[in-house]
């Protein structure tokens, strides 16, 4: 009997799903988290009045959101306050939050990877989620947008959203199209997107002004004109939100576009219910040094070391007290973190008692795993300088221990900074920046001094400081320091230095702050900062 051999076929790999992107428009953003924080109802209570959110610029209080009152009132976002005003002089004022509005769309950025493997944020009002592959698990895209939509309706926030090959596409159908438009990898995209505006392709307003004045008011505009022009026309554009080509290539898929997904970091949380109430000192201690043992066991899994812990106490009343401990090097040492914040608990008032208890790590940093040595641990536990300076800020502030930096800056007030004592200081290369001989002893502020003669460039002979009059022996200068122009005004003027010494035998370091005739002020002035050895 002869039996044929079988021949192993290799299969080939299935072909990857069609990119997919889906485009959240937040049009209310700013409204809408202003109306869930006053807990009214759209159209009810405080938002059935003329509302606006405002913000502080250089030229005055300007509109940056409104309420569909304020808008039906005449009252438009991006208008000055007082114009506002004028408009509707009933309009009532809130002040805008872009901080907050930044942290709620981060926070939605990682709610909606329920409907797709990864988001992107897109400042200042949109998301976008990459959908490739996962429509079928909501019964198709239009199920999925659908879901969508209610689900962002059931937490009070106006929403659009589209469907596209791209992110381009997707945003530019989610702003100008119709309401939960979709995209298909067959469609035409250029033909489905023609009739939209210039701005779907998300430039600044600099470049929308230009093309409207050259005529192009819509995307398909852009295709009747040759491409080489409108190269010539914005070859100098480098960014993309500049260039409407790039947009236009991006937006149908001709060049890639780079988008930065949102990853979402769970900080290290412990925490206890406790059976019975806690009013005792002692019994919070004690619940205090397990949740550290919980924490440094959580953070060694994760091979992570805190450097900000907060302590969380609800009351049986409601209320929470919360205290915060932030430490100079990272570390998960359960003995140390209970110490720190053993004083930070000496004005608690436990009311009528306390029935959780919580700890977070709300700043973690890597921090090796490394074998310990026991005795050396024994011995010289809680005397490290990191421990040291963790005590000191616990008992004196956080502003009271620090260390000076040395920074280049040829000025003498700039030449350091203050910064956390253990942070990793820049150390100044040889040839990068050296420093002239400078006064052992700086005062805090020049003080001005009077010079009684000198000559007009020259070196002085007499001068006054803090009512006395001080007679030069001894002079050296000048050295002459020029104004930082990168940061200063065209109006600063020089300094011309000088270590004089007195007939006393007292040796100071006063500058000459300006020139005769240099076109920047009057007079130069004189100013001391600095006592020589």
């Given amino acids: 009997m002869c039996v044929n051999p079988i021949r192993s076929r290799r299969m080939a790999p299935p072909d990857p799903p069609p990119r997919r992107i889906l485009a959240v428009w937040l049009a209310r953003l700013a409204v809408d988290r202003w109306r869930l924080s006053e807990g009214c109802v759209p159209g009810e209570g405080a938002d059935a009045l003329p509302v606006a959110l405002v913000a502080e610029t250089a030229h005055g209080p300007r509109i940056a959101a409104t309420n569909a009152a304020a808008r039906a009132a005449g009252v438009m976002p991006a208008t000055m306050l007082a114009d506002a005003r004028a408009v509707c002089p009933e309009v009532e004022t809130r002040p805008s939050d872009p901080a907050g509005d930044l942290a709620l769309l981060e926070n939605l950025a990682t709610w909606v990877q329920r409907w797709g493997p990864w988001s992107a944020l897109d400042p200042p009002d949109g998301l976008l989620v990459d959908t490739s592959g996962v429509a079928h698990l909501f019964g198709g895209e239009r199920a999925l947008l659908a879901d969508l939509l209610a689900r962002f309706a059931a937490r009070g926030l106006t929403a659009r959203a589209a469907i596209a090959p791209t992110a381009g596409g997707a945003w530019a159908l989610a702003h100008y199209g119709p309401d939960a438009a979709i995209l298909a990898p067959e469609d035409d995209a250029r033909a489905r997107l023609a009739g939209l505006p210039v701005a779907a392709l998300r430039l600044d307003d600099d470049v929308l002004l230009i093309l409207r004045r050259l005529g192009l008011k819509r995307l398909g505009d852009l295709e009747g004109i040759a491409r080489d022009a409108l190269v010539r026309r914005f070859r100098n554009r480098r960014s993309a939100a500049a260039n409407p080509l790039v947009r236009m290539d991006q937006l149908l898929g001709r060049v890639p576009e780079p988008l930065v997904p949102v990853v979402a970091e769970v900080a290290p949380l412990v925490q206890r219910r406790v059976s019975e109430p806690l009013r005792h000192r002692a019994l919070l201690d004690q619940v205090l040094g397990d949740l550290a043992r919980d924490m440094a066991r959580l953070l060694e899994g994760r091979a992570l070391g805190a450097r900000r812990l907060e302590l969380g106490l609800w009351r049986v009343d409601g209320e929470v007290v919360v205290r915060r401990v932030e430490l100079a090097a990272a570390t998960r040492d359960p003995a140390h973190i209970a110490t720190l914040f053993g004083p930070r608990l000496d004005d608690v008032d436990a009311g009528f008692g306390i029935e959780t208890i919580r700890l977070r790590a709300s700043w973690a940093e ?123 005004k065209s109006t600063v003027r020089l300094r011309d230095y000088y270590r004089i010494e007195d007939s006393a035998g007292r040796r100071y370091w006063i500058y000459r702050h300006g020139l005769i005739g240099d076109g920047r002020g009057g007079p130069p002035e004189w100013f001391l900062q600095g006592l020589c050895a």
């Avoid at 002893?441 to 010079?451: M, N, Q, S, Y």
């Fill in 366 to 488: 890597p921090l090796a795993l490394a074998q310990r040595d026991f005795e050396a641990a024994a011995e010289h536990h809680g005397t490290s300088l990191a421990a040291c300076v963790d005590r000191l800020v616990v008992r004196l502030g956080a502003r009271a221990v620090s260390r000076p930096v040395a920074q280049a800056s040829h000025l003498p007030e700039r030449a350091q900074k203050w910064r956390p004592p253990l942070d990793p200081e820049h150390r100044l290369a040889q040839n990068e920046f050296a420093f002239h001989a400078r006064p052992l002893k700086l005062l805090d502020r020049a003080e001005p001094i009077a010079v009684l003669y000198a000559t007009p460039d020259g070196l002085p002979r007499r001068f006054r400081w803090r009512g006395t009059v001080h007679e030069v022996a001894r002079a050296e200068g000048p050295e002459r320091i020029a104004p930082e122009w990168w940061r200063e």
